[in-house]
C-alpha cells in the first residue's frame, strides 16, 4: 500500500509563502495525476492543484491560480505545491492525493494524511 506523506506546512502571515512536499512511500509509483486539496474549517475538501506526472501538465483551481505553483520530481517521488500571497481564506488543511485510475470521473483515490496551513491577517 502506497503511502503519501505531507511536510511543510505552518503558520505564515496574509502576502507570505510556503512550501509543501508530498513522499511517496513507493519508488516504484507511476499515477496518472498527483495533487493537493485543501479542507478548511466547516466547508467541503476542495481540489487545489494536480499535476500529470507523465506529462507534467498542471492544472489549478480558480481560487489559487497565478498564486501557487505545483511541481514534480519524478526521481525522487515527490510533488511539491509553493503557496505565495497567501490569504486568510488559504487557511486549510491541505492533502497531497493521486489517481491512479484512468477512466471515470476525475477523482483522486489515494490520500496523504494532511499538513495544517495558516493564514494570519
Known amino acids: 500500500q502506497v503511502q503519501l506523506v505531507e511536510s511543510g506546512g505552518g503558520l505564515v502571515q496574509a502576502g507570505g509563502s510556503l512550501r509543501l512536499s508530498c513522499a511517496v512511500s513507493?519508488?516504484?509509483?507511476?499515477?496518472?495525476?498527483m495533487g493537493w486539496s485543501r479542507q478548511a474549517p466547516g466547508k467541503e475538501r476542495e481540489f487545489v492543484a494536480a499535476?500529470?506526472?507523465?506529462?507534467?501538465?498542471?492544472d489549478y483551481a480558480d481560487s489559487v491560480k497565478g498564486r501557487f505553483t505545483i511541481s514534480r520530481d519524478n526521481a525522487k517521488n515527490t510533488v511539491d505545491l509553493e503557496l505565495n500571497s497567501l490569504k486568510p481564506e488559504d487557511t486549510a488543511v491541505y492533502y497531497c492525493?493521486?489517481?491512479?485510475?484512468?477512466?471515470?470521473?476525475?477523482?483522486?483515490?489515494?490520500w496523504g494524511q494532511g499538513t495544517q496551513v495558516t493564514v494570519s491577517s
Open positions: 499535476i500529470n506526472w507523465r506529462s507534467g501538465s498542471t
Open positions: 513507493r519508488r516504484t509509483f507511476r499515477p496518472y495525476f
Open positions: 492525493a493521486a489517481r491512479t485510475i484512468s477512466t471515470g470521473s476525475f477523482e483522486w483515490n489515494i
